[in-house]
């Protein structure tokens, strides 16, 4: 007989953020497998490791006790966010990434961080 299990076993998986996140990280492992091999040690893995970093750090937060510490973490997640987009601007402009996987990262990274930022404002003033 076989019993159906809840899908969300832990609760950063109800999250939305966390969600798109994870999109944003495929998005970026995919847009990254056709760098240059030389890229493989640089460029390659450190968008990779921000894009993994966001979803991540946004996991790890929901695991803290107060607000204010889950806040912390999002801010985190924020910044590695930001450095993606740094990158994927690098990328763009020495050829690696073209117009296309650029604006598709930069667009979800534009949603993301206005959810993050909606995120920690919600905790922030939620611990007030």
Same mark, same amino acid.
């Given at each position: 007989m076989?019993?159906?299990i809840a899908i969300c076993m832990f609760n950063f998986e109800k999250l939305d953020v966390w969600s798109e996140a994870m999109v944003l990280a495929d998005t970026v492992y995919r847009v990254t497998k056709d760098f240059p091999e030389g890229e493989r040690f640089g460029l390659t893995v450190q968008m990779r490791r921000a894009a993994v970093s966001v979803s991540s750090n946004?996991?790890?937060g929901s695991s803290r006790h107060s607000k204010i510490d889950f806040?912390?973490?999002v801010e985190i997640? =924020? +910044?590695s966010l930001f450095e993606l987009i740094s990158q994927s601007f690098i990328a763009k402009n020495q050829k690696?990434?073209?117009a296309g996987a650029h604006e598709e990262i930069y667009l =979800? +990274?534009?949603k993301l961080g206005k959810m993050l930022s909606g995120l920690r404002n919600h905790l922030t003033a939620a611990s007030r």
């Open positions: 076989l019993i159906e946004i996991a790890e806040a912390r973490f997640a =924020a +910044g690696m990434l073209g =979800a +990274g534009e």
